[in-house]
């Protein structure tokens, strides 16, 4: 494992430690979100599942329009720079916001960015290596994302220790924003990357290969319960979890995760990306379960957003991997476009029904619905996708 990380190419590595920076200041600021709109906006839960699915869908609208423009081009750091760039401006803007509504702007520019450089960034690192290495490659750079989510928690909660008000913490997020476009400077196009050939821009779903176009409705019903992470700090803090502590209980999640992507995301280069995934659906299942029917704070909860880490783990790069495995040639681009949008625009129904049921009926019911949506996406991902995927899986 050791030696193949380190052969791994540069651009991976890069990719991996602007991904680290950028996390550090984006989850420094993300558990903090509800708390700051719930305790300053004086805004609920209703308000948190709009500000979420907006952003994020609008989000996955650009990363389709980047997608398609890089196969048009053949560039993808110009998107990844910018993206950075605009994301970082944003987030410490926050701190100045008075009502939800300029929460929301604030949120929708920053997950504009993530849409103009995720797809590039995907295609970038599908290229930069062969295809019975992705899920390594891919694994590595999750693994050095949620690092970032472990330090930016971790810086989050030592400035409230040390009695910092929300609003300079949001100020903070400034210097590793700077960091990371520094960084995202120093990328370059793998070799033969750039064409001078002329492409049509081609935005049909219906020209992709029909085993992704069945994976993207396993994605789409996933999601549709897999809603915004924040509903998960919201319901640790109702729970009875200290307000200084939900940002190290989100720290340790992102440890887990560190810690297992590589490992199970390189797994799927051995043993197929669909069995990894249809564990982790699994998984998240029965994570969301018992997070609905738990009745208060206590090491149950800890060990149940330990094993959500492990979700993540075994599903976030692998999702990508098993997208680049059935995207066609010269179209990934375009297939992470689809993959990204689809995963993104149901957010949106996923945050605002989860906040509804939430809030009008009662936080177990969110909580089973999401499940069910989990447990009836893997048995559709082994069944309908598994016999076919499996057969992409590199020797």
Known sequence: MLAALTSLPRTVWLLGLISLVNDSASEMLYPLVPLYLSSVLMAGPRALGLIEGIAEATASLLKLVSGVVVDRTRRSTPWVVFGYGLAGAARPLIAFVTAWPGLLALRFADRVGKGLRTSPRDALLATSVPPERRGLAFGLHRAMDNAGAVVGPLLAALLLGAGLPLRDVFLWSALPAALCLALAAGLREPAGAVSRESRKIDWHLARLPGRLRRYLAVV????????????????AREL????????????????????????????????????????????????????GLIGGDGPLLYLLFAGYGLFMAATEGVEKALVADLAPAGRQGTAFGWFNLTAGVC?????????????????????????????????????????????????
């Open 220 to 235: 789409a019903l996933f999601t549709l319960g897999n809603s915004s992470n924040m509903f998960l700090l919201l319901r």
């Open 240 to 291: 009875g979890v200290p307000e200084a502590q939900v940002p190290l209980l989100w720290a340790a999640v992102s440890a887990v995760a560190m810690l297992a992507s590589t490992p199970l995301s390189g797994l799927s280069d051995r043993v197929g990306r669909v069995r990894l995934l249809v564990a982790g659906y699994l998984a998240y299942g029965l994570f969301y379960l018992g997070l």
């Open 347 to 395: 957010l949106l129904p996923a945050s605002l029904a989860f906040g509804a049921l939430y809030q009008g009926v009662a936080p177990w019911a969110a909580f089973t619905f999401s499940a069910a949506c989990a447990l009836a996406a893997a048995l559709l991902l082994w069944r309908w996708v598994g016999a076919e995927a499996e057969t992409l899986r590199p020797a």
